[in-house]
Nanobody
Framework: QVQLVQSGGGSVQAGDSLTLSCAPS??????GGWFRQAPGKEREFVAA????????TYSESVKGRFIISRDIYKNTLSLQMKKLKPEDTAIYYC????????????WSQGTLVVVSS
């Protein structure tokens, strides 16, 4: 019954910034993450945050440009994207790995980000 409601997305120019947000219906998750799927490509990992430890990991393609964070009081998970590139164009999803599970099993509906050159 856990839901992740996602907002953000849109069309931007290369070099621009954009922030995506996700509102989980529960505060009890082990890992919050962001993934993306480009047209004709496989879904790929973007970033993740371990809730208790408050540690983050990023894919090599977005390191230094994207920041994943959590607002504890609002219970939202955000992905701040900077210096966007055309290759960042994809449908972005947030996901949660719940306690006692081994993978991300709860997903948002996804939102399209288009970066034009």
């Amino acid at each position: 019954q856990v839901q992740l409601v996602q907002s953000g997305g849109g069309s931007v120019q290369a070099g621009d910034s954009l922030t995506l947000s996700c509102a989980p219906s529960t505060r009890n998750f082990d890992i919050g993450g962001w993934f993306r799927q480009a047209p004709g490509k496989e879904r790929e990992f973007v970033a993740a945050l371990r809730r208790v430890e408050n540690t983050t990991t990023y894919s090599e393609s977005v390191k230094g440009r994207f920041i994943i964070s959590r607002d504890i009081y609002k219970n939202t998970l955000s992905l701040q994207m900077k210096k966007l590139k055309p290759e960042d164009t994809a449908i972005y999803y947030c996901a949660a790995q719940l306690p006692a599970t081994s993978d991300f099993g709860t997903w948002s509906q996804g939102t399209l980000v288009v970066v034009s050159s």
